[in-house]
């Protein structure tokens, strides 16, 4: 039982910012990776940016030159900071996680998505 709540997509114009947060709840202990992935129709879901444990980030190329993870770890909050977005960036965001859940186990969550639109 960990729920992932995303929020901060919406409509924006090329150029634009928005930052995506996704709120961990639920019972676990501790989280192992956090990250944010996306899709488009007819395209396999793809790793967008991930932070782990031990604070290391991985970006997808498109992503590494506009597009910042962090983490607030009182909060149990991962956040995908966008700027400079383009068109091409438009899909649904998806929040991910590994979470350890008990003295044995670790299980990977997905958030609901959310929608980036990027449009004039």
């Known amino acids: 039982q960990v729920q992932l709540v995303e929020s901060g997509g919406g409509k924006v114009q090329p150029g634009g910012s928005l930052r995506l947060s996704c709120a961990a709840s639920?019972?676990?202990?501790?989280?192992?990776?956090m990250g944010w992935f996306r899709q488009v129709p007819g395209k396999e879901r793809e790793l967008v940016a991930d932070?782990?444990?031990?604070?290391?980030?991985n970006y997808a190329d498109s992503a590494k030159d506009r597009f910042t993870i962090s983490r607030d770890n009182v909060k149990n909050t991962v956040y995908l900071q966008m700027n400079n977005l383009k068109p091409e960036d438009t899909a649904v965001y998806y929040c991910?996680?590994?979470?350890?859940?008990?003295?044995?186990?670790?299980?990977?969550?997905w958030g609901q998505g959310t929608q980036v639109t990027v449009s004039s």
């Open positions: 639920g019972s676990f202990f501790s989280f192992n990776a």
């Open positions: 991910h996680a590994e979470a350890r859940v008990s003295k044995f186990t670790s299980n990977r969550y």
């Open positions: 932070i782990t444990s031990g604070g290391s980030t």
